[in-house]
């Protein structure tokens, strides 16, 4: 199985051939996330199912990724610099380059 995700809320899973496309906003993405999370009434949850756990962690770095990159963006653009021109992944290298350059001034 492959699976592909983009930070648009679309995620491309493919099987055997076939494709299924889920396109989430982030607040739907959160509350998925937050009932899969809850325990069942036998005490149980969502995580006890191998499938179901690599689902709902692949759903949790989705949400890292959106809500990481929509920070860098607004303190960039809050920053004076422009954005729009740049897409989520040219956002996220950028975000980890400072981060990386901020973290060896520190040493």
Not at 33 to 52: C, E, H, I, K, Y
């Amino acid at each position: 199985m492959e699976e592909n995700g983009y930070a648009d809320g679309t995620a491309v899973v493919e099987r055997e051939g076939q494709v299924v496309v889920l396109e989430l906003s982030v607040a739907e993405a959160h509350a998925l996330r937050n009932w899969l999370l809850q325990p069942l009434s036998d005490g149980s949850t969502a995580l006890d199912d191998p499938p179901v756990k690599a689902s709902v962690a692949k759903l949790g770095a989705e949400l890292d990724f959106v809500e990481a990159v929509s920070a860098v963006r607004t303190e960039l653009e809050d920053s004076g610099l422009p954005t729009h021109g740049l897409s989520d992944t040219e956002i996220a290298e950028l975000g980890r380059r400072i981060s990386q350059t901020s973290a060896q001034r520190l040493r």
